[in-house]
Antibody, heavy 111, light 112 residues
Framework: QVQLQQWGAGLLKPSETLSLTCAVY????????WTWIRQPPGKGLEWIGE???????NYNPSLKSRVTISVDTSKNQFSLKLSSATAADTAVYYC?????WGQGTLVTVSS | DVVMTQSPLSLPVTLGQPASISCRSS???????????LNWFQQRPGQSPRRLIY???NRDSGVPDRFSGSGSGTDFTLKISRVEAEDVGVYYC?????????FGQGTKLEIK
């Protein structure tokens, strides 16, 4: 059974870099798109981007200039970095692969 | 970008009655391999989203058979044959054919 477990800082100041990591347990790490999605409080889901096991990425153009998604195949982990954070980036961030989702991490950006 | 439009946005349903959610895309979701990458997710209050349906009509493991998906091209539907109390939550369609991937606005199902 595939499980995704994510972690990272939950409180940032404006202009800081958001950093989250997602570890994958069970199943193969190769052959899939590993995805980050976010959900502002009380709002809908927004696709941030994805990475393959070989490091190929696709990003949402609305965030592309600030987003980096990377992969560490030796640890079966993938990571999200979002630079120059503002209050608009406050959201629950999820890592996901198809039907499998992490537990979500609430990230709050506030001075 | 592909815009996904769901209706209705609010869906009050009596227990045991059927429910239906529509999802329309601004472009065809048929991929070059012939498959249509349209998924449905359920998000119960306070939980991570759960995928119910993939590639239009395929139920994920453990999903009750009262959930069904249909459609083609740009027009898709999620149906619940008989709503149960545990079905309360927000339902999202999501397209996985084009980049960037995109979600519908969500449909909030509540018990009348």
């Amino acid at each position: 059974q595939v499980q995704l477990q994510q972690w990272g800082a939950g409180l940032l100041k404006p202009s800081e870099t958001l950093s989250l990591t997602c570890a994958v347990y069970g199943g193969s790490f190769s052959g899939y798109y590993w995805t980050w999605i976010r959900q502002p409080p009380g709002k809908g889901l927004e696709w941030i981007g994805e990475v393959t096991h070989s490091g190929n990425t696709n990003y949402n153009p609305s965030l592309k200039s600030r987003v980096t998604i990377s992969v560490d195949t030796s640890k079966n982990q993938f990571s999200l970095k979002l630079s120059s954070a503002t209050a608009a980036d406050t959201a629950v961030y999820y890592c996901a692969r198809d039907a499998y989702w992490g537990q979500g991490t609430l990230v709050t950006v506030s001075s | 970008d592909v815009v996904m439009t769901q209706s209705p946005l609010s869906l009050p349903v009596t227990l045991g009655q059927p429910a239906s959610i529509s999802c329309r895309s601004s472009q065809s979701l048929v991929y070059s391999d012939g498959d249509t990458y349209l998924n449905w997710f359920q998000q119960r209050p306070g939980q991570s989203p759960r995928r119910l349906i993939y590639k239009v009509s395929n139920r994920d493991s453990g999903v009750p058979d009262r959930f069904s998906g249909s459609g083609s091209g740009t027009d898709f539907t999620l149906k619940i044959s008989r709503v149960e109390a545990e079905d309360v939550g927000v339902y999202y369609c999501m397209q996985g054919t084009h980049w960037p991937r995109s979600f519908g606005q969500g449909t909030k199902l509540e018990i009348k």
